[in-house]
Each structure stands twice: as C-alpha cells, then as structure tokens.
C-alpha cells in the first residue's frame, strides 16, 4: 500500500545537537511539506518543496533546513538554532499539478529536547 | 499569499445533534481546492471532505456536508447526528494549482453523550 512514511516516532535531543526527521513517501507524489504543530495549536508550515532540488521557505523556517535530493524523500534536520524545538512534527505530499490535490500525511515524530 | 481561519477555537455539541464548524480563507485566485481534515487523539490526520472551487454544488460524505460559498471566501462544515467518535481537531485547509498547502488554527470539538 502506498503512503508516507515518519520515522522515528518518538525522538529525544539535547540540547545543541542536530536532528533529523526522516519523511519517505511511495506515492510518487512531486509535493511534499513539513508542519509543525504545538500542543492545542494548529499546523505551521516549515518549508515545502513542489519538485526535486528545489525547496522554499513557509512561515516558521528559522532553525530548520531541509533537502529534497530524491523525490520520495524529504528529511528535515532541526539544528541547534531552533530555540524552542520540542513539538510534533508531520509531514505530508500532495500529487502536485491539479489533479486530485489531496494532502496525505505520516504519522508524525513527537520530538523532545532533554 | 493564502490565509485560512477559523474563527472557533472550541466547540461542544451534544450526541445526536448537529453542530457548524466555520471556516473563511483569502485568496485571489479562481481554481483552487478546499478541505476539512479531522485530527483525533492519535494525532493521525484524516480526511474528512473536499470541494473544488470551480463546482457550486456543495460537497457532502455521509453525515458531514459543507456550505460553499466562493463569493464570500466561506467553507463551513456540518456534522449532522455527531457521534462519540466525532471528538478531535478540525483543521480547514486550502490548496491551489501552485500546490501551496495552508491550514486554519484548528477547531477543537467536544462531543458530549
């Protein structure tokens, strides 16, 4: 069955450590996006990209960086930068063009500074 | 740049009864697509309905229906006869021909037996 893939699901930092969230997705799907969610809050985007080697900025993309070398995969590395990281993190793709845009979603990485 | 919003943090409706969750966006373009997705305690992101904005029939999926209103940028959700399982995080969200994915703040709703 295709889908989207988060790995791991939980995942604890500390402090002034690099760490990256995996995102696979066998969809063949050309979007895909990164959101970050606090408790009770709703979705913030993170960065997205619409095509491989190409990715843009959302609207909270400070302390983050993201690649997209293949395009089933779209890992985000939250770096030392980002002040305040503990949150839940999803990832979601959409098939790009205008066709049938639903959004699919991983089942998202709970990520814990300790 | 689109912008979605949902104006009710909170809402509570009875088992059985029907409740309205709102939902306005900004955009300037005509072809686009609209949706409501459901989040409930596992945190897993459902599907609940779409609309495309080029059709003036509203959208329906069993006991949830929503009200489009293109002129007035509004997307309201109805769920009718609300069950238990009904209780999560409503999320409305909007997506162009640019693929650019944007969602409200959420609504969160509570149904009471």
């Known amino acids: 069955d295709g889908g989207i893939t988060q790995s791991p699901k939980y995942l604890f930092r500390k402090e002034g450590q690099n760490v990256t969230l995996s995102c696979e997705q066998n969809l063949n799907h050309d979007a895909m996006y990164w959101y970050r969610q606090d408790p009770g809050q709703g979705l913030r985007l993170i960065y997205y990209s619409q095509i491989v080697n190409d990715f843009q900025k959302g609207d909270i993309a400070e302390g983050y960086s993201v690649s997209r070398e293949k395009k089933e995969s779209f890992p985000l590395t939250v770096t030392s930068a980002q002040k305040n990281p503990t949150a839940f993190y999803l990832c979601a793709s959409t098939p790009g063009g205008f066709l049938n845009t639903e959004a699919f979603f991983g089942q998202g990485t709970r990520l814990t500074v300790v | 740049a689109q912008t979605v919003t949902q104006s009710q943090p909170e809402m509570s409706v009875q088992e059985a009864e029907t409740v309205t969750l709102s939902c306005t966006y900004d955009t300037s373009e005509n072809n686009y697509y609209l949706f409501w997705y459901k989040q409930p305690p596992s945190r897993q992101m459902i599907l609940v309905i779409r609309?495309?904005?080029?059709?003036?029939q509203n959208a329906t999926e069993n006991r949830f229906s929503v009200n489009f209103q293109k002129a007035a940028k509004s997307f309201s959700l109805k769920i009718s006869d609300s069950q238990l399982g009904d209780t999560a995080m409503y999320f409305c969200?909007?997506?162009?021909?640019?693929?650019?994915?944007?969602f409200g703040g959420g609504t969160r709703l509570m149904v009471k037996p």
């Open positions: 969200a909007f997506n162009n021909a640019g693929n650019m994915l944007t």
């Open positions: 609309q495309e904005a080029y059709k003036q």
